[in-house]
């Protein structure tokens, strides 16, 4: 291959495509726009200056769109991040907020090294679908606090902005709707007057670029021990959120990522996040969704342009900005919402068809999720319940079966299915110790062994028989199962 034919190889769709071109830029714009009420929002819950979140969410965009591993996804200032760090600003101020972020940074790359990323082969696909069941419902009951007392004109804004968006595509798909709607809203309040709430009441835009600088802690021992806690708590739950976040992407584009890379990714979003002085944060499942799903966006360069068009609708064209009304971005992220929620997931014949455990592990994640407005929580709580149920599920399929010799010598018996801490715990009541004759084999050629329990079950079986007088033979294992027993059997108790 020539090094013309290797480097066209090597260039980004949206360089030699006007279309992917197009449709990256609009969908950045569309995000960025959305981003700016969030990310002040999400700095009231932190207390801090609406700056901070801004400047966390231009940093971080910008930064996970060259070292992220999931392409289109948006990174910014999270609620998730937020309720974490909040309590430390309140309680030691600004300097360690911005400390810990570094620090979560650190943790995050560490973390990322470490194949953390790898843990989400266990998220089940009831946990995801529950998962993204209860972001549509967060993304929805963040909303209502726009729609409570506020005036009359908010209604039929957000209704209109609805229609707009389900209506248009349908005449064309070359500009993205929601860039539309928020458009045509904010002439017609403009034009006409019309007195309701608008970006700028949420709080002052910042009107120059941040500036790098260190966190102003001392940087002592004690200082590392304030923010270590909250720094993990932030590097777990933004991880988390993350890497949901970029399987569902997955899911939807029909493409994989680089979990590793995206964990990492985002650790050294939050360190360049922190020296400018930003609230960190993670994923954004809202933004995300409007860039790839709405919006059509499938390359790094969305994702780079959403945090740019941030700081430059803010320090350039602040003042426009400020007057979108908030009902166009409330008619967005409920169309968002609706579009989010897998209804399949909720349909009369999917819930006959689905197992109960399944259906439960669901209900569970997002009641967890919607309860503590923490996704991470969610998962945690989703995934442990799943593993209940599968343990419960598999303890019923070990089988023990058994037989005499004719010469009534020899008793028989047979263990048929997989052996772990969940099967084997009746294991040991299967055998009748006092009847048997003295000699007894334990076939376990159709078996198993996957951990210590079963062994400990397995000597426990020959200690009762050994107590009368009786020996065992355990055959038929195979060997992985046989290494496990010859390891550990005789090992697991006092009494060896």
Avoid at 101 to 124: E, K, N, S, Y
Avoid at 366 to 382: H, Y
Wanted: proline fraction near 5%; charge should be neutral; hydrophobic fraction near 55%.
């Amino acid at each position: 291959m020539s090094p013309a034919a290797r480097l066209a190889g090597l260039k980004p769709e949206w360089l030699s495509d006007p279309k992917v071109w197009r449709t990256e830029v609009l969908a950045g714009l569309v995000v960025a726009l959305a981003l700016i009420p969030e990310a002040i929002s999400f700095s009231i819950i932190a207390g801090v200056d609406p700056k901070i979140g801004l400047f966390a969410s231009f940093t971080m965009a910008v930064t996970i769109a060259v070292v992220g591993g999931r392409r289109a996804m948006i990174s910014a200032a999270t609620g998730a991040v937020a309720l974490v760090i909040g309590p430390l600003n309140r309680e030691h101020g600004l300097g360690y907020l911005v400390a810990a972020v570094i620090l979560a940074g650190v943790f995050q790359i560490v973390l990322g090294a470490l194949g953390v990323a790898r843990l989400m082969r266990f998220v089940p696909r009831s946990v995801m679908v529950g998962f993204v069941n209860a972001l549509a419902v967060l993304i929805f009951m963040a909303q209502i606090p726009n729609l409570v007392d506020v005036p009359w004109a908010v209604y039929p804004l957000v209704a209109g902005g609805l229609v707009l968006m389900v209506l248009f595509p349908k005449v064309t798909k070359v500009v993205p709707a929601p860039l539309v709607s928020i458009v045509i809203l904010t002439v017609i309040t403009v034009g006409a007057g019309i007195a309701v709430p608008a970006v700028g009441d949420e709080g002052k835009l910042p009107s120059s670029l941040p500036v790098p600088g260190l966190p102003d802690v001392p940087f002592t021992l004690h200082t590392l021990t304030v923010i270590a806690p909250y720094a993990l708590a932030m590097a777990l739950v933004g991880l988390m959120e993350s890497l949901m976040t970029a399987k569902l992407v997955d899911d939807i584009t029909e493409t994989r990522s680089d979990k590793t890379r995206e964990s990492i990714g985002q650790g050294i979003a939050n360190i360049v996040t922190g020296l400018f002085g930003g609230m960190g944060g993670c994923a954004m499942i809202g933004q995300t969704m409007i860039n790839v799903k709405v919006s059509g966006a499938r390359t790094r360069l969305s994702t780079f342009l959403a945090g740019a068009f941030l700081m430059v609708l803010c320090i350039v064209f602040g003042p426009v900005v400020s007057d979108i009304p908030m009902a166009a971005l409330v008619a967005v992220m409920v169309m968002v919402s609706v579009g989010t929620f897998d209804w399949h997931s909720i349909a009369p014949g999917t819930l006959k068809r689905m197992p109960a455990g399944e259906i439960a592990v669901m209900v569970i994640t997002v009641a967890c999720v919607v309860a503590t407005s923490n996704l991470a929580i969610g998962v945690v709580v989703g995934s442990i319940t799943a593993m209940v149920v599968f343990a419960k599920r598999v303890a019923h399929l070990a089988t023990v079966t058994s037989h005499t010799d004719p010469d009534g010598s020899t008793a028989v018996y047979r263990v048929t299915g997989e052996l772990f801490f969940a099967s084997s715990n009746d294991l040991v009541g299967r055998f009748d110790y006092a009847g048997d004759p003295d000699k007894v084999v334990i076939d376990l050629t159709d078996a198993h062994i996957w951990d210590a329990s079963s062994v400990a079950a397995l000597d426990a079986v020959e200690t009762k028989y050994k107590q009368r007088g009786k020996t065992v033979e355990i055959t038929g294992l195979n060997t992985p199962s046989a290494d496990l027993h010859g390891k550990l059997t005789g090992e697991l108790t006092g009494a060896h």
